[in-house]
Protein backbone atom coordinates (compact mmCIF):
# COMPACT_ATOMS: atom_id res chain seq x y z
CA UNK A 1 0.00 0.00 0.00
CA UNK A 2 1.49 3.35 -0.75
CA UNK A 3 1.95 5.56 1.79
CA UNK A 4 0.65 9.47 1.55
CA UNK A 5 2.74 12.34 1.55
CA UNK A 6 3.92 13.83 4.39
CA UNK A 7 3.64 17.60 5.56
CA UNK A 8 5.18 19.43 7.99
CA UNK A 9 3.81 22.86 9.19
CA UNK A 10 5.71 24.83 11.81
CA UNK A 11 3.41 26.82 13.65
CA UNK A 12 1.02 24.81 12.56
CA UNK A 13 -1.17 25.34 16.01
CA UNK A 14 -3.57 28.22 15.22
CA UNK A 15 -4.17 31.00 12.30
CA UNK A 16 -2.77 30.45 8.88
CA UNK A 17 -1.18 27.32 10.02
CA UNK A 18 -3.81 25.62 11.70
CA UNK A 19 -6.12 26.16 8.55
CA UNK A 20 -2.72 24.88 6.30
CA UNK A 21 -2.26 21.30 8.37
CA UNK A 22 -6.41 21.35 7.66
CA UNK A 23 -6.27 21.58 3.92
CA UNK A 24 -3.62 19.79 3.17
CA UNK A 25 -5.09 17.31 5.41
CA UNK A 26 -8.11 17.45 3.22
CA UNK A 27 -5.50 17.02 0.19
CA UNK A 28 -4.23 13.87 1.53
CA UNK A 29 -1.60 14.38 3.49
CA UNK A 30 -0.49 13.11 7.09
CA UNK A 31 0.86 15.80 9.07
CA UNK A 32 3.65 16.79 11.57
CA UNK A 33 2.63 20.34 13.46
CA UNK A 34 5.29 21.76 14.81
CA UNK A 35 3.91 24.72 17.71
CA UNK A 36 5.93 26.23 20.74
CA UNK A 37 3.70 25.80 23.66
CA UNK A 38 -0.03 25.92 22.58
CA UNK A 39 -0.89 22.61 23.34
CA UNK A 40 -4.96 22.50 23.67
CA UNK A 41 -5.11 24.65 20.18
CA UNK A 42 -2.46 21.52 18.32
CA UNK A 43 -4.51 19.00 19.79
CA UNK A 44 -8.00 20.52 18.60
CA UNK A 45 -6.13 21.07 15.22
CA UNK A 46 -4.97 17.43 15.20
CA UNK A 47 -8.72 15.65 16.60
CA UNK A 48 -9.63 17.88 12.76
CA UNK A 49 -7.07 15.84 11.03
CA UNK A 50 -8.08 12.51 12.55
CA UNK A 51 -11.43 12.76 11.15
CA UNK A 52 -10.21 13.25 8.14
CA UNK A 53 -8.34 10.38 8.10
CA UNK A 54 -5.27 11.57 7.88
CA UNK A 55 -2.19 11.19 10.51
CA UNK A 56 -0.78 13.95 12.56
CA UNK A 57 1.86 14.14 14.84
CA UNK A 58 2.30 16.88 17.40
CA UNK A 59 5.68 17.99 17.95
CA UNK A 60 6.61 21.02 20.30
CA UNK A 61 9.60 22.68 20.06
CA UNK A 62 11.12 26.19 19.69
CA UNK A 63 12.18 26.63 15.83
CA UNK A 64 14.71 28.49 16.98
CA UNK A 65 16.72 26.14 19.35
CA UNK A 66 19.19 24.02 17.60
CA UNK A 67 19.18 21.43 19.72
CA UNK A 68 15.44 21.00 20.14
CA UNK A 69 14.99 21.39 16.43
CA UNK A 70 17.33 18.07 16.48
CA UNK A 71 15.90 16.47 18.94
CA UNK A 72 12.38 16.58 17.40
CA UNK A 73 13.36 15.74 13.95
CA UNK A 74 16.18 13.66 13.59
CA UNK A 75 14.17 10.33 15.17
CA UNK A 76 11.14 11.02 12.61
CA UNK A 77 13.34 11.94 9.59
CA UNK A 78 15.36 8.45 9.97
CA UNK A 79 12.02 6.71 8.72
CA UNK A 80 10.23 9.60 6.51
CA UNK A 81 10.82 12.91 4.64
CA UNK A 82 8.21 15.53 4.42
CA UNK A 83 7.27 15.84 0.86
CA UNK A 84 6.35 19.67 1.62
CA UNK A 85 7.67 21.56 4.75
CA UNK A 86 5.68 24.55 5.30
CA UNK A 87 7.75 27.68 7.16
CA UNK A 88 4.90 29.61 9.32
CA UNK A 89 6.61 29.90 12.56
CA UNK A 90 6.79 33.70 13.59
CA UNK A 91 5.51 36.15 15.80
CA UNK A 92 6.17 40.19 16.22
CA UNK A 93 6.85 42.70 18.90
CA UNK A 94 5.33 46.20 17.33
CA UNK A 95 7.70 49.26 18.26
CA UNK A 96 9.03 51.70 16.98
CA UNK A 97 12.76 51.37 16.07
CA UNK A 98 13.85 54.08 18.27
CA UNK A 99 12.40 51.99 21.45
CA UNK A 100 13.38 48.83 19.93
CA UNK A 101 15.52 46.41 22.76
CA UNK A 102 17.91 44.72 21.05
CA UNK A 103 17.61 40.58 22.46
CA UNK A 104 13.87 41.36 23.35
CA UNK A 105 12.16 42.64 20.35
CA UNK A 106 15.21 42.79 17.54
CA UNK A 107 16.92 39.24 17.90
CA UNK A 108 14.11 37.25 19.26
CA UNK A 109 11.80 38.27 15.72
CA UNK A 110 14.67 37.23 14.26
CA UNK A 111 15.47 34.21 15.75
CA UNK A 112 12.19 32.80 15.15
CA UNK A 113 11.76 33.82 11.27
CA UNK A 114 15.39 33.70 10.26
CA UNK A 115 16.84 30.59 12.72
CA UNK A 116 13.96 29.29 12.70
CA UNK A 117 13.97 28.70 8.93
CA UNK A 118 17.65 27.72 8.47
CA UNK A 119 17.34 25.10 10.88
CA UNK A 120 14.17 23.41 10.23
CA UNK A 121 14.41 24.01 6.66
CA UNK A 122 17.89 22.80 6.18
CA UNK A 123 17.34 19.45 8.54
CA UNK A 124 14.63 18.78 6.18
CA UNK A 125 16.05 19.70 3.34
CA UNK A 126 19.02 16.82 3.46
CA UNK A 127 16.11 14.10 3.52
CA UNK A 128 14.05 15.77 0.66
CA UNK A 129 17.37 15.57 -1.49
CA UNK A 130 17.76 11.91 -1.12
CA UNK A 131 14.66 11.67 -2.79
CA UNK A 132 14.97 13.94 -5.32
CA UNK A 133 11.56 15.83 -4.79
CA UNK A 134 9.82 18.11 -2.45
CA UNK A 135 8.16 21.63 -1.88
CA UNK A 136 9.05 24.29 0.67
CA UNK A 137 7.02 27.48 0.91
CA UNK A 138 7.46 30.04 3.20
CA UNK A 139 5.01 32.59 5.06
CA UNK A 140 6.49 35.98 4.63
CA UNK A 141 4.26 39.39 4.30
CA UNK A 142 3.45 42.29 2.60
CA UNK A 143 5.46 44.04 6.09
CA UNK A 144 8.66 42.21 4.07
CA UNK A 145 7.51 43.60 1.11
CA UNK A 146 6.93 47.32 1.34
CA UNK A 147 8.17 47.70 5.00
CA UNK A 148 5.56 49.24 8.03
CA UNK A 149 6.22 51.80 10.41
CA UNK A 150 6.50 49.42 13.64
CA UNK A 151 7.80 46.54 12.39
CA UNK A 152 11.25 46.81 11.27
CA UNK A 153 12.39 43.87 13.17
CA UNK A 154 9.24 41.73 11.72
CA UNK A 155 9.59 43.56 8.09
CA UNK A 156 13.63 43.17 8.13
CA UNK A 157 12.48 39.12 9.31
CA UNK A 158 9.98 39.18 6.51
CA UNK A 159 12.24 40.57 3.60
CA UNK A 160 15.07 38.36 4.84
CA UNK A 161 12.88 35.44 4.31
CA UNK A 162 11.59 36.32 1.15
CA UNK A 163 15.51 36.95 -0.40
CA UNK A 164 15.83 33.39 1.44
CA UNK A 165 13.35 31.93 -0.55
CA UNK A 166 14.56 33.03 -4.03
CA UNK A 167 18.32 32.07 -3.29
CA UNK A 168 17.72 28.52 -2.13
CA UNK A 169 15.18 28.25 -5.43
CA UNK A 170 17.93 28.22 -7.21
CA UNK A 171 20.03 26.15 -5.44
CA UNK A 172 17.11 23.68 -5.42
CA UNK A 173 15.77 23.82 -8.91
CA UNK A 174 17.96 21.29 -9.99
CA UNK A 175 17.10 18.61 -7.70
CA UNK A 176 13.27 18.86 -8.29
CA UNK A 177 12.40 20.69 -5.00
CA UNK A 178 10.26 23.73 -5.62
CA UNK A 179 10.71 26.38 -3.25
CA UNK A 180 8.73 29.75 -2.55
CA UNK A 181 6.74 32.60 -0.67
CA UNK A 182 3.20 33.44 0.35
CA UNK A 183 3.06 37.18 1.31
CA UNK A 184 -0.40 37.50 3.35
CA UNK A 185 -1.46 40.73 3.95
CA UNK A 186 -4.33 41.46 7.04
CA UNK A 187 -5.68 38.31 7.91
CA UNK A 188 -7.83 37.09 10.40
CA UNK A 189 -5.82 35.53 13.30
CA UNK A 190 -4.81 36.12 16.67
CA UNK A 191 -1.57 38.80 15.62
CA UNK A 192 -4.49 40.99 14.12
CA UNK A 193 -7.37 41.12 16.31
CA UNK A 194 -6.69 44.07 17.95
CA UNK A 195 -6.05 46.06 15.30
CA UNK A 196 -7.68 49.12 14.29
CA UNK A 197 -9.84 47.66 11.23
CA UNK A 198 -11.91 51.13 10.63
CA UNK A 199 -8.29 52.78 9.21
CA UNK A 200 -7.48 49.49 7.88
CA UNK A 201 -9.93 48.50 5.51
CA UNK A 202 -10.26 52.00 3.69
CA UNK A 203 -7.20 50.81 2.29
CA UNK A 204 -7.78 47.08 1.18
CA UNK A 205 -9.17 47.30 -2.46
CA UNK A 206 -11.41 44.05 -1.63
CA UNK A 207 -12.38 45.80 1.34
CA UNK A 208 -12.41 43.43 4.11
CA UNK A 209 -9.60 41.03 5.98
CA UNK A 210 -8.28 38.14 4.19
CA UNK A 211 -9.11 34.63 5.76
CA UNK A 212 -6.78 32.07 7.15
CA UNK A 213 -8.31 29.36 4.58
CA UNK A 214 -7.37 32.06 1.94
CA UNK A 215 -3.86 31.54 2.42
CA UNK A 216 -3.72 27.83 3.27
CA UNK A 217 -5.38 27.32 -0.72
CA UNK A 218 -2.29 29.02 -2.22
CA UNK A 219 -0.30 26.57 -0.54
CA UNK A 220 -2.26 23.99 -1.25
CA UNK A 221 -1.84 24.32 -4.57
CA UNK A 222 2.27 25.09 -4.30
CA UNK A 223 1.78 21.56 -2.81
CA UNK A 224 0.24 20.08 -5.74
CA UNK A 225 0.76 19.06 -9.12
CA UNK A 226 -0.68 22.00 -10.58
CA UNK A 227 2.64 23.97 -9.29
CA UNK A 228 4.83 22.14 -10.95
CA UNK A 229 6.38 24.88 -12.84
CA UNK A 230 6.57 27.53 -9.75
CA UNK A 231 9.63 27.98 -7.90
CA UNK A 232 11.00 30.95 -6.23
CA UNK A 233 7.88 32.97 -6.10
CA UNK A 234 6.48 35.32 -3.98
CA UNK A 235 2.60 35.13 -4.15
CA UNK A 236 0.74 37.76 -2.53
CA UNK A 237 -2.58 36.95 -0.89
CA UNK A 238 -3.51 40.77 0.37
CA UNK A 239 -6.75 41.83 -1.05
CA UNK A 240 -4.39 44.08 -3.28
CA UNK A 241 -3.37 46.56 -0.28
CA UNK A 242 0.72 46.23 -1.91
CA UNK A 243 0.63 45.30 -5.74
Not at 98 to 121: A, C, I, S
Not at 138 to 158: E, L
Not at 184 to 203: C, R
Request: proline share 4%.
Amino acid sequence: MKSSPIALITGGSKGIGAATAIMLASDGFDVWINYKSDHQSATTVKETILKLGRECKLLPFDVSDPQRVSEALEPLLEEKAPFALVNNAGFYANTLMLTMDFEQDWKKVLNVHLDGFFLVTKIVLARMLRKRRGRVINIVSTSGQAGMAGQVNYSAAKAGLIGATKALAREMGKRNILVNAIAPGFIETDMTKDLSWEHILPKIPLNRAGKPEEVAGVVSFLCSSKASYVTGEVISVNGGIYM
